[in-house]
């Protein structure tokens, strides 16, 4: 287990070697807000150290499936759960195994940037894993902060000022900020949830950039309304739909160029086309 936690926390000296991306599988997932189905034996298995992108109009249930993954649609009262996500091969519904532990492997990064406005850039960095109860030493957790930074394409814009509030930066630098924040805590796996559609169009580039960058070392699964964004930044592609009320459902999913050029099916082509959605 790379981080220890509560009682029994311990002083690291180094941080641990980054995580490898792990493949998350999820099988047969239905979800329920109360009486209401909103997604049907959705199966994906989103593939180690690829970039994933769920796609799909408005309340088809992409944000519900995605918060599945990392056992946040638990949280929502009257929610429930069908079907298995397994995260290389081990279930991460298993009842022995921590919610702490499950979201620290699968970390999210949400559509508004939010980082801590009260803590400067180092701190929000080291938020995350703090929060899971881990301190390391000084060197150590300097050294963790400028290889997430780094990771997260930020470290050049604020190594001189890493003691300044995070909320001081620009709106597409706090996402990369969270984005740190989110890598700190070495996740094998990371849930974007449109990280871009608060960003301006070069913040999004930047962004998109990262994600290509982290890719081969965490597996990446992201929500985008933006048919662009899933061309240049995924790997594979789901569309998924919701016709006249009925839950989601995944209609098509594969490679992305193939997605893109040539759709099974022609919902897929109509939505990827822009002829709705
Ligand atoms: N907390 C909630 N309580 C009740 N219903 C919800 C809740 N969150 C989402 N829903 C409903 O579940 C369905 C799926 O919503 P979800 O946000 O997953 O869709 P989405 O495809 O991500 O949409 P968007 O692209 O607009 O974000 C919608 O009909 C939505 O109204």
Redesign the pocket.
Known sequence: MPWTSGAHRAHRSAPEVAAEPATLEARAVS?W??E?K??DRVSLTMPAGQVTA?I????????????TLNRMHEL?P??ALAGEVLLEGVDLYDAERRLTDARRQVGMVFQKPNPFPAMSIQENVLAGLHLTGARLDRDAEESLVEESLRRAGLWNEVKDRLRQPGSALSGGQQQRLCIARSLAVKPRVLLM??PCSALDPTSTRVVEETITQIAEQVTIVI?T?NMQQAHRVSDQCAF?L?SHGTP?VIVEHGPTEAMFSEPQDQRTSDYVNGRFG
């Open positions: 979800a807000f109360g209401r909103v997604l769920l799909g109009p408005s309340g088809c249930g992409k944000s519900t499936f995605l918060r929502v009257g929610a949830d449109e929500v309304h998924f919701a989601g």
